[in-house]
């Protein structure tokens, strides 16, 4: 098949080379991101592959359509930035891919929680500055307190194995109860008591109409004063607004983000030369207690390779007339405005801050 890939990034490269040296598909590498004016780079490619920061609007879709695509292949396995209803409409399939390495984003969701705790940033700095000094480096014990998951999907479950192993209690909130994660000793329980007890709470969960904004204002209040707040889901889950409202107040403790609201006009680029606009953003960075890494957490090399080979794959079913039932996407999973679903998934990178888009049911990054 010829391939439009979009938004290909250097560490992709020979993860990408090594996957279609079995399928032997054409593939059109653009560094740029899909949106209305570089769709024509697709023009007469049946398939398109696109990340987490492409635009697969209504309009960028009909677009792709006359120009011949008819597959929508996601390096992914969230489709929050894809407009479902308008592929439906158009006869684009949509295939993602729907797990990977929930290993990468649970272990670093915990490499968030021991940074913060015990300011390993901050020693590091500090001591290549020649300050030996340990004022303000105390941090607390993991083991003995409490967690609380939000979605006890693949990536809450391997992440629930790991704070167990620290001797934590961990509660979760999921309409989807996991036996294995009951097994393993997690308690399940409602979102508002889990908020009420948790000393650290991390979010796994999609962004659907259901769960934008779930951490709002009602919900940071109802947190334990002090508390550690963990998104490695989706960046519009939470209020980022309400989120500086309770850090100025000493409420929250530390943050740690991997995702943002608006992170599409930041992530995955380089602006070291320039003037970030976005005013909540940059003033997110100026809390010492806040730390935020760009949407790395999918970024292990397991990951990547598993990403490239069922992309291709997918690619290839479709050819095939054969495309994976568990891998394709369609507006059935488009969770509506007032339902309830924090359930996460498998382990992939998806697309917070796609503004207008329709989120998943059952899907994480």
Known sequence: MRISVFSVRRFELEFLERANALHGHELRLHEVRLDAETAALAHGCPGVSIFVGDDAGSEVLKRLHAGGTKVLLLRSAGFNHVDLHEAERLGLAVLRVPAYSPHAVAEHAVGLMLTLNRKFHRAFNRVREQNFSLDGLMGFDMHGKTVGLVGAGTIGTVLARILLGFGCRVLASDPHESDECRALGVRFTTLDELLAHADIVSLHCPLTPATHHMIDARALGAMKPGVMLINTSRGGVIDTRSLIDALKRGHVGSVGLDVYEEEGDLFFR???????????????????????????????????????????????????????????????????????????????????????????????R
Do not use: Y
């Open 270 to 364: 380089d602006l070291s030369d320039a003037v970030i606009r976005d005013d909540v953003f940059v003033r997110l960075m100026t809390f010492p207690n806040v730390l935020i890494t760009s949407h790395q957490g999918f970024l292990t090399r397991e990951a990547v390779a598993a990403i490239e080979e069922t992309t291709l794959r997918n690619a290839g079913d479709f050819e095939r007339g054969v495309p994976s039932a568990a891998n394709r996407v369609d507006a059935s999973l488009v969770v509506p405005a007032g339902a309830t679903s924090v359930s996460g998934a498998a382990g992939a990178p998806g697309a917070p801050g796609a503004r207008g888009a329709p989120g998943a049911r059952g899907s994480r």
